[in-house]
């Protein structure tokens, strides 16, 4: 919701920079407070995961915004858990079944409903909007096993700050290209700060803590509650329209997710009804 608000009046390069640069302020006063140093001996690495993790992805989202309703980004966004999945596979942090590949098929019969049949018509501008979402989420779902290598190297704090101060770097040219057209008004800079400092800077060193105890995949999870958030703060507040071809393809997402990362509600419901007994 928040790059739908702040997109068309930044502009997505200065939006992704602005947002990425926030970030970095944010985490350099933890890195200060906590007295870690950064990490530039492994520049080539941390230019990688800026890549994949940051820099691709907030500038792809932030210009999918521009056609695209923030409930159509969320549930492309959920696609990154498919894609994380199978590059944990070929890095060998995990494996694929038959569940995982019935998983994969569901969700990108979710993502043609979503599209083809949600409240925007499709058009030439859509279906490339929706594409850059999911290379976006593909970069995501790529970035977490190598991630979590790169914790063997490197703490979660200095993996976070140092992936954001290069892609601020990397994304700086085209926000000085495009800031003459940018419209820094309260709204726009509201929702960039927001981003900037909670959804990227703090919310992305948690994430990265998360990955220390457990899989790639794993960490992921919290992503199956962003389409729920998405399309519900999307209608609240934006007034975006509801169909169904977002609620089915939104459930298709879901139950991908599910399929591939096993998670089973009922099987945690019984468990835990069973070890009362």
Not at 102 to 125: D, M, N, Q, R, T
Not at 193 to 221: C, E, K, Q
Request: hydrophobic share 55%; charged share 10%; glycine share 10%.
């Amino acid at each position: 919701m928040l790059i739908r608000i702040a997109s068309p009046l930044l502009g997505p390069n200065v939006l992704a920079a602005l947002r990425i640069g926030i970030a970095t302020l944010t985490l350099a006063i933890l890195m200060r407070a906590m007295r870690h140093a950064w990490p530039w001996q492994r520049w080539r690495e941390l230019l990688l995961l800026a890549l994949l993790s940051v820099a691709v992805p907030f500038l792809l989202f932030a210009w999918a915004a521009l056609q695209l309703p923030a409930g159509y980004s969320a549930l492309l966004n959920s696609t990154a858990v498919i894609f994380g999945i199978f590059a944990s596979a070929w890095l060998k942090e995990d494996t694929l079944t038959v569940r995982k590949l019935l998983g994969c098929v569901c969700g990108f019969s979710g993502v043609a409903l979503i599209v083809g049949f949600g409240p925007v018509e499709p058009s030439a501008k859509v279906i490339l909007a929706a594409l850059g979402c999911t290379v976006g989420s593909a970069c995501y779902g790529v970035s977490a096993p190598l991630t979590k290598r790169a914790l063997t190297r490197m703490q979660p704090l200095e993996i976070a700050a140092g992936i954001h101060g290069v892609g601020f770097l990397l994304l700086l040219p085209g926000a000085l290209w495009s800031l003459p057209q940018a419209q820094f008004t309260p709204m726009a800079m509201i929702a960039v700060a927001i981003m900037g400092v909670v959804t990227s800077g703090l919310a992305y060193w948690l994430h990265i803590r998360i990955m220390v105890h457990v899989t790639p995949v794993a960490a992921m999870s919290p992503i199956f509650m962003i389409p729920v958030f998405g399309v519900t703060w999307g209608h609240l507040f934006l007034g975006e329209q509801l169909s169904t071809g977002i609620y089915a393809g939104g459930a298709l997402v879901l139950l991908a997710s599910a399929l591939v990362t096993g998670f089973n509600p009922l099987q945690k419901w019984r468990d835990a009804a069973n070890a009362k007994r």
